[in-house]
């Protein structure tokens, strides 16, 4: 079905930007990139995709099931996205909460054109249909110039929720954990933007730069858009092994060398950073069982510190064989949506979350990612990101943190506007 041709670039940076810059043409894009973080699962640096062939789009109602049928069907490249609130397709659940984005619920595409960067070795993938169209749009893309675009966006951001209302809001779910009917939440907030237009690519490329983290995605759906710095994968599959890599654990960085080392070491041994972590690893192993091979689940590393450009963070990583009697679809489901956005026990927590929560998630907390024509696939956690509806002029970006037995309000503010500090200062400047 597809033609690959293979190129040696000179400068790989460029030409990532000089792609990205010329999928704008096209009404549907998704652009990952790695950033180069040294990382022991990665499969490529970076992937564009562009120009639907085939897509698929649809509300939570049966879902998994029809992108499971159009996965089978298609054996092709996927790429798209899961929104949160397909937990309302798995269980008995529902999101009525304000919803000022209007993105469907599930969005997955078969891209004409596919671009798959490794170290500097470019492989071009296209339908038989357009592979006349390789080295013309090779040529075009190297030789192109970059547009720059240094205009302030100035952006006015708006809170959802005050800072009383968080406080009161955190407190009502440590009540919650205190009287047993969870463990832990995630509970999440809304900042926002009305009548704003933004420039998508140049607000990507300003958050990608600031943050540089190893899950960052660019997604472009008509008018819809996710502009994504997330550092945090949410599952992949290779071959029957399954990958799980959930973030719990936050620390911030320091300019001084010592300080920094020091606050990372601190963050290892926070005995609440850790059980936030350790909590949602058991959960994360349960879900993998339910599709596993029996015995395969195992955690390969336990609460590791790992440091970005804005922050440090504790990350845990499970694997599972896949048992043979299972789709790749079926993994998705049977984990969705990744534990470090929920809480445990989960279904209890999303139940809490839907009703202290002030905005419908959507895409925020949800996973973007693709499908490879051997079923194998890679999702990120949609977390550090600006989303945008160029259609209505709306903006928004959301950050949360854990709420354990062990959290102060007052903290776990201060953590979420550390998280929104570079998503504000991409739009505000």
């Not at 690959?4 to 990532?16: D, G, H, Q, R, S």
């Not at 592979?131 to 013309?136: A, F, G, K, W, Y």
């Not at 995630?186 to 690519?201: D, H, L």
Request: with cysteine; proline share 3%.
């Amino acid at each position: 079905m597809r033609t690959a041709v293979t190129f040696t670039l000179n400068n790989p940076e460029k030409f990532k930007k000089q792609l990205l810059q010329w999928a704008q043409q096209f009404r549907e894009v998704v652009f990952l990139d790695s950033n180069n973080y040294h990382q022991q699962y990665t499969s490529y640096d970076a992937v564009l995709a562009a120009d639907a062939l085939t897509a698929i789009q649809t509300d939570c109602n049966n879902a998994f099931e029809e992108l499971n049928s159009y996965q089978q069907t298609t054996k092709d490249w996927l790429f798209g996205y899961l929104s949160y609130d397909l937990k309302n397709d798995t269980e008995k659940l529902q999101s009525a909460n304000f919803d000022g984005l209007q993105f469907p619920d599930l969005f997955f595409f078969q891209p004409k054109k596919l671009f798959l960067l490794q170290g500097n070795q470019l492989e071009i993938a296209y339908l038989n249909m357009c592979d006349d169209e390789v080295n013309t749009d090779f040529e075009t893309i190297n030789n192109s110039e970059l547009v720059i675009d240094n205009d302030s966006l100035g952006a006015v951001i708006k809170q959802r929720v005050s800072k009383q209302d968080y406080i009161d809001k955190v407190t009502q779910m440590l009540v919650h954990i205190h009287k047993g009917d969870i463990y832990e939440a995630n509970f999440c907030m809304e900042f926002y933007a009305e009548n704003t237009t933004i420039q998508p690519v140049t607000t990507y490329n300003k958050l990608n730069a600031i943050s540089q983290p190893p899950f960052a995605t660019y997604f472009k759906n008509n008018q819809h858009y996710l502009l994504s710095a997330s550092p945090e994968r949410y599952l992949k599959k290779e071959g029957s092994t399954i990958v799980s890599q959930p973030i719990k654990g936050t620390a911030r960085r320091s300019e001084d060398a010592t300080e920094d080392e020091s606050i990372k070491q601190a963050l290892t041994v926070n005995e609440k950073e850790r059980s936030e972590n350790i909590m949602i690893v058991d959960l994360i192993r349960n879900d993998l069982s339910r599709t596993a091979a029996k015995n395969s689940v195992q955690v390969k590393e336990l609460c590791g510190a790992y440091t970005f450009k804005q922050v440090h963070h504790l990350i845990s990583t499970i694997t599972s064989e896949v048992a043979e009697e299972h789709t790749p679809v079926d993994v998705l489901k049977t984990t969705f949506p990744m534990g470090s956005m929920t809480g445990a026990p989960k279904i209890s927590a999303m139940e809490i979350i839907e009703k202290l929560e002030a905005t419908k998630r959507g895409l925020y907390s949800g996973a973007v990612g693709y499908f490879t024509p051997n079923g194998n696939f890679d999702f990120n956690v949609v977390i550090r990101s600006i989303l945008y509806n160029k259609a209505n002029k709306y903006v928004s970006f959301s950050v949360g943190s854990a709420i354990t037995s062990k959290s102060d309000p007052e903290k776990e503010y201060e953590e979420c506007l550390l998280k929104a500090k570079a998503m504000h200062n991409v739009l505000e400047v």
